[in-house]
């Protein structure tokens, strides 16, 4: 890669990689982020170069195809996925014993093979475009949809899909000026979770008396179940680059930093190859394609703590000290990093930003709401059929979100809810579903869009349960300096424990809801003050399940162990031995031709016996709230011949 | 972990204690826990109070001030994997290995850890062994594949 030192050279640039590349050449695309990784994609990959060798040598024709390893590009119920160039054909749960079929079939012969291909409803309905999976259809893949059509580790790859176009729009066509007013008028608003508008905070730190200036990229992303940063930054990471260096550049920064946690490996390596790119190739350092600006970055590793996504916390972060939270003001846009004017956005505002370059305002404004423009991309998990990323216009439904993408909720289950915003966000019941997404409509039912987390949750999910676990991470992850934070989410956990174990006293709501609501007012930074937020919203939309368990002492969701009870229906126990195989306490007694019982004693309610139990016989009943009848007796647990019948 | 080792990753960083955390990090990372004698000689280096040290090292996960057993076991306790029964593999794990979360067993052969998530919420509950994910994991499931791990 040489150096690039002005437009008109990386334009030069592009063409020769451009000439260099047919585009009538298949290029197999197989997805090697985290999820299809975990699934097996390496040997997918193995398999399919092995046998691109392979066939080449038999049919003694080259087997003409190149192979790119991809980040995500959302689908990762259905890993590994692979995608086939130009005509675009997705595969779909591919196993390396596939590729010589892949390839003899699809490669060589121009067949498509049906049995990989993505079946509709009706078992008969097999759809080949990547694009036309309703998946996929119903969203607007404005950032993430690139992801399968490049190498993150190929600067090239970047270069061909038009990458750095934006950056010498920028640098070489405007004023700094310019591009913050450009910005403003998109009206893109931040992408952590505040919603915050990123021309303004651009224009705080501009206007901040400082020669030095920061600028930051947010990739601590902490929300348990929450994945969108990872894989912008590991699919296209020079996207989040490009972005950083055309804010620094309107905000006038000449280094930066990219706040990455430590447990995406992928991601680390990623960003850290694409920046070794571009300072070779002068996207970095000094006199950036001629335009006489100076910029810098830097790769920091978080080290395992949610709070340093709190931008005051993970400033302290970055110069090296614990990531314990400031009081603001002031805001980091006037004393920021080592006390400098600092701007932090997260991945997916600063991935928005050579979009709009790009294709201007106005395109970026007539997507979305009055009040929330453009796209967002969700983590889509939990009981969902289709689970994976998702990148929606603002403004669409729950309900589309969840039904049309998201394929409803499995096995035939009720929806219950659905939780966005991560341990910040709140619990929406269905009679909510008709929301339009976006910040402000969320806020308004108890919620919050927060980073992009979207968990949805059917009949058996438990919401005392699920308020109980987001305090359980929090009171785990409160850094512990400011009392409000860490004593009240450890007392509401303290309650709302009780009240999982059948201890809960009346009363015990009110108290929750009082200490929810000084906890919130009270504490230094967000992660306390939005921490209530789960209790609150599960109580607003849910308080029937809280007297359940507080009352009658039980669990309508069957989750809490301490409430509920397994009991084996003697009419339907064919004496299979299946549980009693698997029961992991040994707490299931009974024989061949002996109907089965449960040693109650013995019994952990791990739930293993109900779930194997098969559902032909379904004769593991789950109690709450009411005794368990007491074992057959001995003498009449022999199964004979007849009354199996 | 040798002084000559600890002394090559803190010039990486050119003896900055803003890197304090980078610095940590790595020696973490290939040493897999951080030994007296190893914060000790940090400290030295890089001219900070211990206390300093001591703060870092406690307040972020990644860090651990006791050895570490051959296999690291990282059960994934995010949202997604916690809905679709997490706490359960957990339990299980636990029965299977005897240890809890943050702790060793006596033999040094496996460390329990929880992790908020691992992004792979499409597969939960997960489970991560030395690096390996295992998906869609039942609790039953778990001591196959843990028992080929020696």
Not at chain 1, 117 to 142: A, H, M, W
Not at chain 1, 224 to 239: K, T, V, W, Y
Not at chain 1, 574 to 579: D, E, F, R, V
Not at chain 2, 121 to 147: F, N, Q, R, T, W
Request: glycine share 10%.
């Amino acid at each position: 890669m040489p150096r690039i030192n002005s437009p008109a050279e990386l334009e030069k640039f592009r063409k020769d990689i451009l000439s260099k590349r047919d585009p009538k050449k298949p290029c197999i695309a197989v997805c090697t982020g985290t999820g299809c990784l975990a699934l097996g994609a390496s040997k997918v990959v193995a398999a399919i170069k092995e046998e691109i060798k392979k066939q080449g040598l038999e049919s003694k024709v080259k087997v003409e195809a190149d192979i790119r390893e991809t980040g995500c590009p959302g689908f990762c119920e259905r890993g590994p996925l692979l995608v086939i160039y130009p005509e675009e054909i997705c595969y779909l749960q591919v196993q390396p014993e596939d590729a010589k079929e892949i390839i003899s079939q699809t490669i060589l012969a121009g067949n498509v093979v049906d049995r990989l291909l993505y079946t509709g409803p009706k078992p008969d309905e097999k759809i080949v475009q990547e694009s036309e999976i309703p998946f996929y259809k119903n969203q607007k893949r404005l950032l993430i949809g690139n992801n399968i059509r490049m190498d993150p580790k190929s600067i090239e790859d970047y270069l061909a899909a038009g990458g750095y176009r934006a950056l010498v729009k920028a640098l070489c066509e405007n004023t700094p000026e310019q591009v913050l007013e450009l910005v403003k008028k998109a009206e893109l608003r931040g992408r952590g979770g505040a919603g915050f508008p990123a021309g303004k905070k651009w224009e705080f730190t501009r206007n901040s008396q400082d020669e030095t200036k920061y600028v930051v990229v947010n990739a601590d992303e902490g929300d348990p179940g929450a994945f969108m940063d990872r894989a912008l930054l590991e699919g296209n990471p020079h996207s989040v680059l490009e972005g950083l260096l055309i804010g620094a550049y309107a905000i006038g920064a000449n280094e930066g930093f990219i706040y990455v946690r430590q447990e995406y490996p992928l991601a680390v390596e990623n960003a850290t190859i694409a920046i070794r790119q571009a300072e070779e190739s002068g996207f970095l350092g000094k006199n950036i394609l001629g335009s006489g600006f100076d910029f810098n970055v830097h790769l920091h590793q978080g080290a395992g703590a949610f709070v340093c996504g709190e931008e005051t916390a993970l400033l302290m972060s970055l110069e090296g000290k614990p990531g314990e939270p400031n009081q603001k003001p002031p805001y980091p846009a006037v004393k920021g990093l080592w006390g400098k004017p600092t701007n932090i956005n997260n991945v997916e505002t600063w991935a928005n930003v050579p979009l709009i370059i790009n294709k201007g305002a106005e395109f970026f404004t007539s997507i979305g709401t009055e009040k929330s423009k453009g796209t967002k991309i969700f983590s889509l998990v939990g009981k969902v059929n289709n689970t994976g990323l998702v990148e929606v216009p603002m403004g669409i439904t729950l309900k589309d979100i969840i039904y049309e993408i998201g394929g409803g909720i499995p096995g035939g289950k009720k929806f219950k809810a659905v939780q966005t915003g991560g341990p910040s966000g709140g619990c929406i019941p269905e009679e909510h579903l008709d929301i339009k997404v976006d910040f402000d409509e969320l806020a308004k039912v108890g919620a919050i869009m927060g980073s992009g987390g979207m968990i949805v949750m059917d009949e058996d999910t438990c919401m005392v349960d699920v308020a109980k676990y987001f305090l359980n991470f929090l009171t785990d992850e409160s850094c512990g300096k400011c009392a409000p934070c860490r004593e009240g989410i450890r007392q509401m956990l303290k309650i709302l424990t009780n009240i999982s174990k059948g201890k809960g006293k009346e009363g015990d709501v009110e108290l929750l809801q009082e200490m929810a609501e000084i906890t919130r007012d009270a504490s230094l930074c967000a992660l306390g003050g939005s921490a209530p937020n789960p209790v609150l919203s599960t109580i607003r939309y849910f308080r029937g399940e809280y007297e359940a368990h507080i009352n009658e002492g039980k669990c309508p969701a069957f989750v809490c162990k301490d409430l509920i009870s397994f009991y084996i229906d003697p009419e339907k126990c064919t004496a299979c031995m299946i549980c009693l195989r698997k029961c992991p306490a040994d707490a299931i007694i009974g024989g061949k031709k002996q109907i089965h019982v449960i040693d109650q004693e013995k019994c952990t309610n791990c739930g293993t016996c109900y779930e194997v139990c098969p559902t032909r016989f379904a004769a593991i009943r789950r109690l709450s709230g009411e005794p368990v009848p007491p074992p057959i007796p001995e003498e009449e647990r022999t199964i004979v011949g007849a009354s199996k019948k | 972990m040798d002084n000559d080792q600890i002394d090559r990753i803190i010039d990486k960083h050119q003896n900055d204690a803003s890197s304090l955390i980078q610095i940590l990090l790595e020696i973490q990372r290939e040493h897999r826990w951080l030994p007296k004698a190893v914060i000790e000689r940090v400290r030295e280096k890089l001219d900070v109070p211990l206390s300093r040290i001591q703060h870092i090292v406690t307040f972020y996960k990644a860090f651990s001030l006791i050895p570490k057993g051959r296999h690291e076991i990282h059960v994934c306790t995010g949202t997604a994997c916690h809905v679709r029964g997490a706490p359960r593999l957990l339990d299980s794990v636990q029965d299977l290995t005897g240890i809890k979360p943050g702790e060793t067993d006596m033999d040094l052969k496996f460390s329990l850890e929880t992790v908020g998530c691992v992004g792979c919420c499409a597969l939960g509950p997960v489970m991560v062994v030395d690096g390996e994910y295992y998906g869609k994991m039942a609790p039953a499931k778990s001591e196959k594949v843990l028992i080929n791990y020696d």
